[in-house]
């Protein structure tokens, strides 16, 4: 495979040191009204990018001191984690805050100068719906599949998967599944490659993809890719980059990755990058950002583009730090 | 980790390089947003939940509805200070509200960051009173004082409530695909559950089925929009709004939007989720049923008529097709059909798509389909595809690794499933109890 990629003209490989400095600078733009328009997603874009910069193997590339001094930072009383300092906490930063401690191996200073590992656990596990076994976000209510997959990954990463009903929140999730393979953000909605990551990995995490259907689903995430390469997230939709990681890591969950043209895929995600100033956009042409940079970098890594560390298609962590921190 | 909010989407790149002028423009902006953020912050950790302190969450909410923690400010703010007290229901608090928060917050002195402890019950406290049980429509003559206070109340929440859905619908438009802001819509309208008499709640959460018309017209495959739909359908339908089931209406607005765009899968998905329950509460006879699959086959295949590249259309196809195979243990239509009926419909199906062939020899769905079927049949019969099923099916495989090659790996291996390689294995043909035919869904 890799004997084809030599083939790929100089603009279509990936710029490795571009992509780093543009996230290297992100935290520098606090002259820019964007950069404070996004303060709410702070935690989540520092996970996103830390990744990035892990499986393009440059793991320094952030200060892991200043990096770890932020997640604790944004830790509430209670366990939970806000996007950053003063904003309340959630399901989907305190996810974030603790892949970015296991990855950069800091669950000691989490204990240390932190709450504590029990006490974000304890967090998590009040947010599920003991009647229906699915997630909360927040103390306010909103349910969905996002949720109870993110309590899945941080809970087990922790160590404390134990402190929920995992029985219950299978069944919920066997409950989102559709004639199609696919499964819904709740149930009775319809497929969508998000929500398919999102129930897929749950299930992988609970020891129960067996309760996949695994051909149906493979057929439909496989009808994802369009002309041009690209994958889309539901039937007759555009393609974006976000999209290699959603169904990409999907297939390869339930072991289908070769049901797509991998070349073309790699070939469309190359084409959304900003070769000189870094980043990867949802589409070729349009305005980068940190998420589809990390996604669009995860998905060359499930399709072994060379020079990139291996990601973990659960987690969407680098492999090793799922090795280390699962004890594989 | 799978929220989009604040990510770009189909925006053009352009230089990131800003001139002076806009730079310091920025600088002023920031300064502006942080002042007011400062300003919200401030009064909150001094608890004052005022009607002042909620315009200012307004005005920041406008410049950026994903800041969620400004929306928890909100509701906050509407617990403590707006909403009427229903526990203290002879006072009539209904004019503006004192700075008097009902302790029930924690004491961390973290400003809004203080989230409300360590429990996390969606509705703290104030609101259990008051809800269901004694409705305007009960009139269980208590006294009248606290009766007047009570509908004093009521009508002050009702106005907070109202209030608060229009101020979401112009940020919703603008902002369809934001969680945040439909996550709070609905946290209003439970709130109108909570505290209004049910008939009065009703009618808002009616009003509500437009909301989602509105935004199913201008994207109609928005999926919060859809999510949206089908929350309030099921609200309307729950005992606690006095509700009944809205299945007949519901499936005549995805038959509405099926017809303006046949390519609307999720009007399609829809439709196929409401069948089975649209038929148990017609009480449908077995003939009834079998109508009503004609009529979707009907439809459906008239459409594939027209647009056999439209992948929403075959879904829905082979949704129909599962009803007669894949039946047991999932809501069906035809429950009662015996096994040559089944066989007779497949059949019906499979010499119907091979009509198409004659105008669309290009379009691999077909093929796709074809080969399905023919398993699907197979699968009905307990039996290995015979010679002539397995030489259409090696051509139909042909045809399709030349039409799709980007998807050759899916077809290799469904080509090494049915047995097609020269000398290969038994095709994996699932054996499937079609004696069951009784296991009607839900």
């Known amino acids: ?328 | 980790m799978a929220d989009q909010g604040g990510s770009q989407h189909g925006i053009a790149r352009t230089s990131r390089a800003r001139t002076d002028e806009q730079r310091t423009l920025d600088l002023e902006r920031i300064q502006k947003y942080h002042l007011l953020e400062e300003e919200i912050r401030s009064h909150v950790s001094q608890h004052n939940y005022t009607p002042h302190v909620f315009q200012l969450t307004s005005k920041l909410l406008k410049l950026n509805p994903e800041y969620y923690t400004i929306w928890n400010v909100r509701r906050r703010l509407l617990i403590y200070g707006l909403f009427s007290k229903p526990s203290a229901g002879s006072l009539p608090s209904t004019a503006s509200p004192t700075s008097s928060p009902t302790a029930t917050t924690t004491t961390s002195s973290a400003a809004c960051s203080s989230s409300l402890s360590t429990a996390t019950p969606p509705a703290p406290g104030p609101q259990t009173a008051g809800r269901s049980g004694t409705t305007a429509d009960d009139n269980n003559n208590t006294e009248e004082t606290h009766g007047a206070a009570e509908e004093g109340n009521q009508q002050n929440d009702l106005n907070i409530i109202k209030t608060e859905l229009g101020f979401t619908i112009p940020l919703l438009l603008e902002s369809p695909k934001c969680y945040w802001i439909w996550s709070y819509r609905l946290w209003i309208l439970q709130q109108a559950i909570d505290r209004l008499p049910v008939l009065v709640a009703r009618r808002i959460w009616e009003e509500e089925l437009g909301l989602a018309s509105k935004m199913l017209t201008k994207d109609r495959r928005n999926f919060h929009a859809w999510g949206y739909r089908r929350h309030v359908v099921e609200q309307l339908e729950s005992s606690q709004l006095g509700g009944k089931s809205m299945a007949e209406s519901e499936f005549e607005y995805t038959t509405r939007m099926i017809s303006q765009d046949l390519s609307n899968f999720s009007a399609w998905h829809s439709r196929s989720k409401l069948i089975p329950r649209l038929l148990d509460e017609r009480k449908a006879d077995d003939a009834a049923r079998e109508m009503l699959l004609n009529e979707e086959f009907g439809l459906i295949c008239r459409a594939i008529n027209v647009g056999p590249e439209d992948q929403s259309l075959w879904y829905y196809h082979r949704s129909l097709m599962l009803n007669l195979v894949g039946f047991v243990g999932h809501p069906t239509i035809t429950p009662a059909f015996s096994r040559d009926d089944r066989v007779t419909y497949v059949v019906r199906e499979i010499e119907g798509i091979k009509e198409l062939l004659e105008d669309y020899d290009d379009v691999k769905l077909i093929y796709e389909a074809l080969i399905d079927y023919t398993l699907y049949l197979c699968q009905l019969l307990g039996r290995q595809p015979d010679v002539t099923e397995k030489q259409a099916m090696t051509e139909w495989l042909a045809m399709l690794k030349k039409l799709d090659p980007m998807r050759n790996g899916r077809w290799n291996d469904l080509e090494r499933d049915c047995g097609l390689l020269n000398g290969g294995r038994r095709p994996k043909v699932v054996s499937i109890d079609v004696g069951q035919g009784q296991g009607q869904g839900e």
């Not at chain 1, 070769?275 to 940079?293: A, F, L, Q």
């Open chain 1, 1 to 328: 495979m890799a004997e084809a990629f030599k083939k790929l003209p100089e603009k279509l490989q990936l710029a490795t040191s571009a992509h780093v400095k543009y996230i290297q600078s992100l935290d520098t733009r606090k002259d820019e009204y964007d950069y404070w328009l996004t303060e709410h997603l702070r935690l989540n874009g520092l996970y996103w990018g830390l990744t990035a910069l892990h499986l393009l193997g440059h793991p320094d590339a952030l200060p892991r001191a200043e990096t770890i001094d932020f997640v604790l930072s944004c830790q509430h009383e209670n366990g939970g984690f806000g996007a950053a300092p003063g904003h309340d906490a959630h399901m989907l930063s305190t996810v974030s805050a603790v892949q970015i401690l296991a990855t950069i191996d800091a669950f000691d200073d989490l204990e240390k100068r932190g709450r504590g590992k029990a006490q974000v656990g304890k967090y998590i596990a009040n947010l599920q719906n003991r009647q229906t076994g699915t997630f909360a976000g927040d103390e306010w209510g909103e349910e969905d599949t996002r949720f109870l997959y993110g309590a899945f990954n941080a809970l087990s990463l922790l160590g404390l998967l134990y402190l929920v009903d995992v029985d219950k929140a299978v069944d919920h999730i066997v409950a989102c599944a559709n004639f199609d393979g696919g499964y819904g953000v709740s149930p009775g909605a319809e497929s969508h490659a998000g929500q398919i990551f999102t129930c897929v990995a749950a299930l992988t995490i609970a020891g129960r993809r067996g309760l996949v259907d695994a051909d149906r689903l493979g057929r439909w995430l496989s009808e994802r890719q369009i002309a041009g390469g690209g994958l889309n997230g539901r039937p007759e939709k555009k393609e974006d980059v976000c999209y290699s990681w959603w169904v990409l890591s999907s297939l390869e969950m339930i072991g289908k990755t070769h049901w797509i043209d991998r070349d073309q895929l790699i070939g469309f995600i190359l084409r959304c990058q900003d070769t000189e100033r870094g980043g990867i956009s949802d589409r070729p042409g349009d305005m980068v950002d940190v998420w589809h940079t990390l996604f669009g970098i995860t998905g060359l890594s499930l399709l072994e583009y060379p020079g990139l560390q291996p990601v973990d298609e659960v987690y969407c962590m680098p492999k090793s730090t799922i090795e280390r921190v699962l004890g594989r």
